[in-house]
């Protein structure tokens, strides 16, 4: 049994207010505590662990039910429960994997490959359909699979677009930056081979610039604007 927390009744009606506790009743809450979490095992239902959020789950489901049809059964309403939980687990699985491909400090996709891309996301699905598979057992016909399924492409098509954007602008700064360093050269006669100044523009190029979008802005560049620094060269000749 505990020992009181302190001696004298007074200070344990103000204990809220006690800075000194028996070290007596401290080590017995600690003991107590220990056995508590030791000796204690976990309520399950169908080998699935109650927590928190499972309750939750419960309360939702049962008010979504009241307000919208007939009450279910208990296997019927813990069978859902189960695939809303398998849900949430399986789309934080994803996320944490397909979060690689960010750049949190920029809060921009970096400029992955798409084969990169691609591998990154085949990885994620496989590991979160195995989460999904490994609460779920009998998941064939789950509603839930088929959304999470859903919410994975949609998410991925929406990552393409975003690193294509961004490859895009990124490619674009780097020969902005490269195009004026030769209109420079040309303004300045500092060469007179311009073939030789644009291929070693383009093999600059190709070592900084990054993502699925190089090889498109590049053939953008040399059907636009090399043709007017090509003009501005012969001009100043």
């Known amino acids: 049994?505990?020992?009181?927390?302190?001696?004298?009744?007074?200070?344990?009606?103000?204990i809220d207010?006690?800075?000194?506790?028996?070290p007596e009743f401290e080590e017995g809450v600690k003991e107590l505590l220990q056995?508590?979490?030791?000796?204690?095992?976990?309520?399950t239902i169908n080998n699935q662990p109650i927590n928190g959020n499972?309750?939750?789950?419960?309360?939702?489901?049962?008010i979504n039910v009241l307000n919208t049809g007939p009450i279910p059964t208990i296997s019927e309403t813990w069978s859902q429960i189960i695939e809303i939980y398998a849900y949430g687990e399986s789309v934080k699985k994803f996320n944490e994997?397909?979060?690689?491909?960010?750049?949190?400090?920029?809060?921009?996709?970096n400029c992955l490959e798409m084969d990169q891309v691609?591998?990154?996301y085949d990885e994620a699905y496989n590991k979160t359909m195995n989460t999904f598979k490994s609460i779920v057992i009998?998941?064939?016909?789950?509603?839930?699979?088929?959304?999470?399924?859903?919410?994975?492409?949609?998410?991925?098509?929406?990552?393409?677009?975003?690193?294509?954007?961004?490859?895009?602008?990124?490619?674009?700064?780097?020969?902005?930056?490269?195009?004026s360093q030769l209109k420079k050269g040309i303004e300045n006669y500092e060469f007179t081979d311009f073939?030789?100044?644009?291929?070693?523009?383009?093999?600059?190029?190709?070592?900084?610039?990054?993502g699925p979008s190089k090889e498109t802005v590049l053939g953008k560049f040399m059907n636009s604007e090399l043709l007017i620094l090509f003009n501005q060269f012969y001009s100043h000749k």
């Open 195 to 210: 073939q030789k100044e644009v291929q070693k523009m383009i093999e600059k190029y190709k070592e900084k610039a990054k």
């Open 1 to 14: 049994a505990l020992v009181r927390p302190v001696y004298s009744e007074k200070a344990i009606q103000n």
């Open 17 to 22: 207010k006690e800075t000194e506790i028996r």
């Open 97 to 109: 994997i397909i979060s690689k491909i960010y750049n949190e400090e920029k809060d921009e996709p």
């Open 118 to 120: 691609e591998k990154l």
């Open 35 to 43: 056995k508590i979490t030791k000796e204690k095992r976990v309520k």
């Open 138 to 179: 009998d998941n064939e016909k789950s509603k839930e699979k088929t959304k999470l399924k859903k919410y994975m492409k949609d998410y991925f098509e929406k990552i393409k677009k975003s690193i294509i954007k961004h490859s895009s602008k990124s490619c674009k700064k780097i020969l902005q930056d490269l195009a």
């Open 54 to 62: 499972f309750l939750l789950q419960i309360s939702k489901t049962y």
